[in-house]
């Protein structure tokens, strides 16, 4: 059977004051705030984890885009000179 827990409102003299219930009703619902407000901490403390995660990758791939190409295997096959392309001279040819 649920229970019915009357508090103060707004605009009254201690608004969230319990206005009727026993002392085991008050620690019920002390302990269900603490335990309400610690799982909205974690909730926040994962978002904002997950946020900076997306942040520190996406500045990650800036700095990588900033930098200057690694020279990789497929530039290897070719080299540009002032006067055109060079086959490497591990190129067999004619």
Do not use: F
Not at 7 to 31: F, K, Q, S, Y
Not at 61 to 89: C, D, F, I
């Amino acid at each position: 059977m649920p229970q019915h827990v009357w508090v103060a409102g707004p605009g009254t003299a201690h608004p969230g004051e319990l206005l009727a219930g026993d002392a085991a009703t008050r620690e019920m619902i002390n302990a269900a705030i603490i335990v309400a407000r610690t799982c909205q901490h974690q909730r926040i403390a994962e978002q904002d984890d997950a946020r900076e995660a997306t942040w520190r990758e996406r500045a990650l791939n800036a700095e990588q885009a900033l930098k200057p190409p690694m020279p990789n295997s497929s530039a290897k096959s070719a080299t540009w000179k002032p006067n055109g392309l060079k086959k490497p001279s591990s190129a067999s040819g004619p």
